[in-house]
């Protein structure tokens, strides 16, 4: 089966850093994705892992354990432009190398 | 380059009615998928369609269908809606499997 865990919400005040963590069940993979969402508003592609470690992209990093099952997307100097849900998504080669998305996490940015 | 457009933005339909929305993919990405939003099940793929071909298809009921022209563009048909069929639905584009997925802005579809 196809399980994706993240918490479904999170507080974090601006300038701060937060940590988005993501587990995964997957028949099978080929890469990690985190996508962000505005209320009312598409999923936009932030950050790929499909090999162990830390991609940095600016205020925006991804990390990824393929042992263990195991993601998180770090955020820092907050803004509050941030406040969006942050959605973990596994490309999966035995369900067609379709998208199982996990269920998103709300993350509020407090001023 | 144009991002993924969707038409149109919102639709009310009424129980038993069938509805067709349409999506333009990013120009040069051939794979075309569809998925539904809802605050309770999240993102659910519906499928895919690569060079007017359906690769995979999730666990919707026949109601559901698509086709994919040969420009690449796409079309996605519910019929028989039900009030349950209201929510989001995305449509992405991506040039092949090992690329991101690119989401249209979504067609939201209210079923009365």
């Known amino acids: 089966g196809q399980n994706i865990d993240q918490p479904t919400e999170m507080t974090a005040t601006e300038g701060a850093i937060v940590q988005i963590n993501c587990t995964y069940q997957t028949s099978g993979f080929n890469g990690l994705f985190w996508y962000q969402q505005h209320a009312g508003e598409a999923p936009t592609f932030l950050s790929y892992n499909v090999l162990d470690g830390l991609e940095e992209k600016g205020r925006f990093s991804s990390f990824l354990s393929r042992s263990k099952g195991y993601s998180y997307l770090l955020l820092k100097e907050l803004q509050m432009k941030d406040s969006a849900s942050y959605l973990c998504?596994?490309?999966?080669?035995?369900?067609?190398?379709?998208?199982?998305f996990g269920p998103g996490t709300r993350l509020s940015v407090l001023p | 380059k144009a991002g993924v457009t969707q038409t149109p933005r919102y639709l009310i339909k009424t129980r038993g009615q069938q509805v067709t929305l349409s999506c333009s993919p990013i120009s040069g990405h051939r794979s075309v998928s569809w998925y539904q939003q809802t605050p309770g099940q999240g993102l659910q793929f519906l499928f895919e369609?690569?060079?007017?071909?359906?690769?995979n298809k999730g666990n919707f009921p026949g109601r559901f269908s698509g086709r994919q022209f040969s420009n690449s563009r796409s079309e996605m048909n519910v019929s028989t809606l039900e009030l349950g069929d209201s929510a989001l639905y995305l449509c992405?584009?991506?040039?092949?499997?090992?690329?991101?997925?690119?989401f249209g802005n979504g067609t939201r579809l209210t079923v009365t």
């Open positions: 369609y690569f060079s007017e071909t359906q690769r």
């Open positions: 998504a596994v490309r999966d080669p035995g369900y067609g190398q379709n998208f199982v």
């Open positions: 992405a584009s991506s040039l092949g499997d090992n690329s991101p997925l690119h």
